[in-house]
Structure formats: structure tokens, C-alpha cells
């Protein structure tokens, strides 16, 4: 499979789109798909082709250069002026996925782990979401609107957290796939 073919795969994947999207903003998806081949751009090349002010693709450039997606270069023109060039690091989203999907899937193995054996109480209105022992604190009422906490069916629960368990699990199996594959070359940029 060929590395712009990599890059395409990897940025169809939702969950690829959802941490670019709260790591920068909306357009970080847009600009980065413009780097699917090996053109390097300007902020005002990216402005042109997405039709967007330049200070907004500035912003959400800044917000990636921040995690280390995005490293530009230095380069002075005939006016002795000095304009920027970006590069995008590919492996570098990736490993922030990697990172977080992995910080994600200790949370609900901590989680499952937890509720194995325990009650669990909501709230009709969607308020609350406790143990047994908090919805007896709470008389089992809703401290927020009041509504009588109903019993969770702890069955159907521990399946749900199993089903992303597994999920979060072919997320990271797919992208530790394409990371092998994916070398970024950002000689002569400034990444951090």
C-alpha cells in the first residue's frame, strides 16, 4: 500500500477525525487532508485553497504545531522577507491517537473492573449516573431535579463497555498498522 494511500486510509478513520477536530478545530481536518501528497504549502497557499481567512488557518496550524503535527520552515523570499512552509507529521497524529485511544482504554478496563458486582443508579432525565451506595446517599433521588433514580440493568451495561473495549482495541490494532508504514520527512522543519 502506498504512503498517500496510508494517509487517506488513516484520515478516514472517525476516530482520527474526532481528536484532530479537538486538537485544533474544524479545519485542522481540511488542511491536513491537503497534505496527502508531498507538496509543502504556506498558510496563504491554505487560505486560497480552502477559501478560509488567513488567520484562522494561522490559528489552527499553531494549535497542531503545538502537539508536534505540524512544523514549518523558515525560508526568505526575493524581498528579504521571511514566509513559512508547512509540513505535517503524520506518524506524529497518529501516536497522539495511539496515546489517548490507549489512556481511553485503561479507563473503561479500570471502569469494568469497578462495576463488576455493583448496583448502579440513573436518573430518568439523564442528571445522574452513580453507584449504589451514592443513590442511597441520595435516597435514591436525584440531587439535581429530584426524579426517583431508577436501577441500571448491569447486564446490559457491562456489554456496552465490553463492545468499546473492543472497539478502542481494532482502533489501536489499525493505526499501530499504519504507523509502521508511515515515515515522515521533516528534515529542516521546526516540529516542537
Not at 24 to 45: F, H
Request: aromatic share 10%; hydrophobic share 35%.
Amino acid at each position: 500500500m502506498g504512503l498517500n494511500k496510508l494517509k487517506k486510509e488513516m484520515l478516514l478513520d472517525k476516530t482520527t477525525k474526532q481528536h484532530l477536530v479537538q486538537i485544533a478545530g474544524p479545519l485542522a481536518l481540511e488542511i491536513i487532508k491537503l497534505y496527502d501528497t508531498d507538496k509543502v504549502y504556506s498558510p496563504e497557499e491554505i487560505a486560497a485553497k480552502l477559501k478560509v481567512k488567513i488567520t484562522m488557518i494561522r490559528s489552527t496550524l499553531n494549535s497542531l504545531h503545538y502537539r508536534g503535527i505540524a512544523c514549518y520552515k523558515k525560508v526568505r523570499n526575493e524581498s528579504n522577507m521571511f514566509e513559512f512552509y508547512w509540513e505535517i507529521k503524520f506518524k506524529k497524529i497518529i501516536e497522539i491517537i495511539i496515546e489517548n485511544e490507549t489512556e481511553n482504554l485503561k479507563r473503561i478496563e479500570e471502569e469494568i473492573s469497578y462495576q463488576q458486582g455493583r448496583d448502579y443508579f440513573y436518573c430518568p432525565k439523564k442528571c445522574v449516573d452513580v453507584p449504589f451506595e451514592v443513590a442511597a446517599a441520595y435516597n435514591f433521588r436525584c440531587p439535581n431535579c429530584n426524579k426517583p433514580l431508577e436501577i441500571k440493568d448491569s447486564k446490559k451495561f457491562a456489554e456496552s463497555l465490553k463492545r468499546k473495549k473492543t472497539a478502542i482495541m481494532k482502533t489501536i490494532t489499525k493505526l499501530q498498522g499504519i504507523l509502521e508504514k508511515i515515515e515522515d520527512k521533516t528534515t529542516g522543519y521546526i516540529c516542537d
